[in-house]
């Protein structure tokens, strides 16, 4: 057995590769340059457009789309199913999910109550496990976005999307279970009233929420989850327990994108709202400094971190960790999006220039489902599913 001052030193010593192997090829390597447009073997494919029809009846709205992807939620909501049940074998879980979890949750705001149960019957999928898929994305989303302005004033935004992770390891491919089943689930979406567009948005068939969209012309939203002690666990204990003062953050941002006019208007709910699960906001706007990063708490807005070009900050970024705090040493995607960006230069960012950062290891991991790009004044809404081969960090 290892004395133990030998143990400690062993430890210290993994402890520091581990800290250093996302700064090392083949876990990391240079800037990436002209990968625009996709493809080559980092690019899966492109992602489908549906159109969401706001003047039909909640229940309805999704109806065309499930009906396309009704056996791909199934394998996600088994998988997820299958997750559960390794942890309480009995499967008493799912069977209060099944036959419990809408009444234990209450009535959930409108219109999204009636949207899931419109998903249930057309999927055939128990509500339960519907809302438990909606659940999801409270606590598990891992993700970069970038808000840029160039020399000219003009704003960009863009994000990969990153989830899955402890959600199941593949070891016959090397991939995350979950990461892999939300790819075929992924959807561009339009969603329109009197048959023009509202809000784009790029989200999951099955998820009412949104994490990524623009209204044309006027802002851009993306969404990361924040790690906290006091986290999202907690929000929808409290709603179980009857206290509903806080607002469920997919529900909080496809309202925003759907009810608000403009960029300030969107930065003031997004900083005042109530969320059941810290976050971060990522907002862009249209004009020049309309840039932001805002860092919440459940109940308190902590930082509202802006673009000021005048200053040379001519780009935010935000990963899962606050910006004033080191992110954790096995997760690293700051370091190297700020290094990008910078070689980039203000002079030369544009969406395929943003892709490029947003496909550079480990900016590109193997939780990334999609990468998005955003050009609000121009309207141009792009999503790119992405795929991260061997040798990729798992996040």
């Known amino acids: 057995m290892l004395g133990r001052d030998r143990l400690l030193s062993v430890l210290l010593a993994a402890a520091a590769s581990c800290a250093m192997a996302q700064h090392v090829p083949p876990w990391t390597e240079d800037c990436r340059r002209s990968m625009y447009p996709p493809s080559g073997p980092t690019y899966r494919g492109p992602v489908p457009w549906y159109t969401v029809n706001l ?13 396309d992807k009704a056996p791909a939620l ?12 390794a942890f309480v074998p009995s499967g008493k879980v ?49 993700c970069t976005s970038i808000v840029t302005e160039d020399k000219e004033g003009h704003l960009l935004h863009g994000r990969n999307m990153d989830f899955g992770v402890f959600l199941g390891w593949n070891i016959n491919n090397n991939s995350w279970v979950i990461t892999e089943e939300l790819k ?24 009412v929420g949104m994490l990524t969209g623009f209204r044309p012309g006027l802002f851009s939203l993306t969404i990361n989850e924040r790690f906290a002690m006091n986290g999202g666990y907690m929000g929808v204990l409290e709603w179980i327990l009857g206290k509903k003062d806080a607002t469920w953050i997919g529900f909080l941002t496809r309202s925003v994108l759907e009810n608000s006019t403009s960029y300030e208007e969107a930065k003031n709910i997004l900083t005042k709202t109530k969320i059941l699960a810290p976050a971060y906001f990522i907002l862009g706007g249209n004009q020049s400094g309309e840039g932001c990063v805002i860092t919440r708490d459940r109940k308190v807005s902590l930082d ?92």
């Not at 199934?74 to 049940?85: M, T, W």
């Not at 009444?103 to 509500?127: D, N, Q, R, Y």
């Not at 075929?184 to 048959?195: A, E, I, K």
Request: glycine share 4%; net charge neutral; hydrophobic share 40%.
């Open 55 to 67: 003047d039909l009846p909640p229940y309805k709205r999704w109806h065309e789309l499930m009906a």
């Open 74 to 85: 199934r394998i996600i909501v088994n998988s997820l199913k299958n997750l559960v049940n």
């Open 94 to 142: 799912m069977q209060i999910v099944d036959q419990k979890l809408p009444g234990l949750l209450g009535p959930l705001p409108s219109p999204f109550e009636e949207e899931m149960k419109g998903i249930a019957a057309v999927t055939e999928i128990p509500l339960g496990e519907i809302i438990l898929f909606n659940i999801f994305y409270e606590f598990f989303t891992i």
């Open 184 to 207: 075929p689930l992924t959807v561009n979406l339009d969603f329109q009233r009197n048959n023009k567009t509202v809000f784009k948005a790029t989200g999951f068939a099955g998820y």
């Open 304 to 395: 509202v971190y802006e673009l000021n070009p005048k200053q040379g900050r001519w780009y935010v970024i935000q990963t899962n960790y606050d910006r004033w705090r080191n992110p954790f040493f096995l997760d690293d995607r700051r370091t190297t999006t700020k290094i990008c960006l910078n070689q980039t230069t203000q002079e030369k960012i544009s969406l395929p220039t943003i892709y490029d950062v947003l496909s550079t290891k480990p900016v590109l991991n193997k939780l990334t489902i999609f990468t998005a790009l955003m050009d609000v004044t121009r309207g141009q809404f792009e999503t790119y599913l992405r795929d991260c081969p061997d040798p990729c960090i798992g996040w």
